[in-house]
C-alpha cells in the first residue's frame, strides 16, 4: 500500500488578492496588492501571482511595493467579502468531499477514506475540487492541492506547486522527493529551529532525514521533535484520538435570567469558562454548539465549524453571528443554556498560524494571566458583567489595552 494518500490538502493561491480579481474584472491578470488602508507606510497584507512575479509580497512596504512593481493595483482589504468566499469554498468542497479541518481562511483539509485513498481517485477527485471552485464560486479562485499519508505531508505537499498544483506524495517517492526542498519549507521550521538544526549539523533536508526519532526530539528539545520525525516519514499519527474530544457547560438560569438579554449574557459567561478551560488544556476547538432550551419545552441550537481556535473572543464573535439570525419573539422564557466546543484538537496538532498569534489569541492569554494573578474573574468581556453577582468587579473591558497585551 506504498501507493496510497490519506489527506487531500487545499491551499487557495494568492487568496485575498485572487478574491479582489473576483470581484473586479479590471483587476484580473494585473499586479494586485491588497493592503489595510492606502498609505505607503504601511505594508502589503497579499499579493497576486502577477505581483509576486515583480517581488512584492506579504509583508513588504506599499512604498516599496508600488517603486518594485509600478503600474501595482493597490486595494483596501474587504475581510467580510473573503468570510464570504471561504464560506462558499468550504461548500463547494464538500460537494466532492466532506471537509476534516479548516485550517486557516484559505486553506482546508479532508481526510480520505476507504477507496478515496487510491492514488487515481483520489487525484480525481482533487481535479474535482478545483474544478468545483472554479465554476461555481469563481474562475480566479486557483488552488493547490497536496495529497500525502498524513495532513502535515499535505501541507508540504500543497506548497510544492503553486499556483494551481497537485502534488502527490506517496510512501514509496518519500523522503527522496523532499531533498529538494529547504530546511524552511517545512511548516514548523522557522528561522531559530533552522539555527538550532544547523547547530546540530543539519543543513539539509536529507541530514535531516538521516537524523533518528532520538536526534530530532533532542533537536526540539522535547516531544515536538519525535512528533516531526513522524510527520515527515508519513505516518498519520494525526489520527491518535484525543483523550477528550469535547468541553461542554450548561447552567440552569436563575428567574432574573429568563428572558433574552439574561440568556445571552449567561451563554457568554459559560464561553468564557469553557474556553479558559479549554486553553488550560491546551486544546483547540474546530465547531462550536449552542443550546437554549425554553419553557414550553422548545429549544433553540446551532452550530458551526471554525477555524481551530482557542481565544474567547472567537466564540464570543460565533455566537453573536447565531445571534443575530434568531427571531426570539417567537419563543417564550428561556430556562437553560449549553455551550459546546468540540472536534478538539490538542496544541501538537494545531497547526502553526501563518502570521503567528493573533491578537484574540494574545488577549485570552494576557487575561488568563492576570486572572491567575489577581483571582478568578478579575478581568473579563464586558457582556458578562450582570451575571457575576458574586464577585467585585475590578476591571471589565471590551476593548483591552494594549500595553497588557
Ligand atoms: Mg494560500
Redesign the pocket.
Known sequence: MDKKVDWLLL???S?FASVEQELDPSLRNKPVAVVPTQADSTSVIAASYEAKAFGVKTGVRVGDAKRMCPGLKLVEARHDAYIEYHHAIIKAIETCLPVSAVLSI??MACKLMGSECNVDKATEIALKIKHTIKTTVGTQLGSSIGLAPNRYLAKVASDMQKPDGLTILTKDILPHRLFTLKLRDFPGVGAKMEERLHKFGIRTVEQMFQKDVHHLREVWGGINGERFWHWIHGHDIADIKTTQSSISQSHVLSPEHRNTQGVYAVLQRLIHKAAYRLRQDGMWATHFYVKVKYMNDTKWEASSKLIECQDTLSFIEALAAFWSRQKFKEYPRPIKAAIVLGGLVPNEYHNLSLFGEDKKSQLSKAMDKLNSKLGKNSVYFAGIQDTKTAAPTRIAFTNIPDEIL
Open positions: 491551499d487557495l493561491n487568496y484559505d486553506e
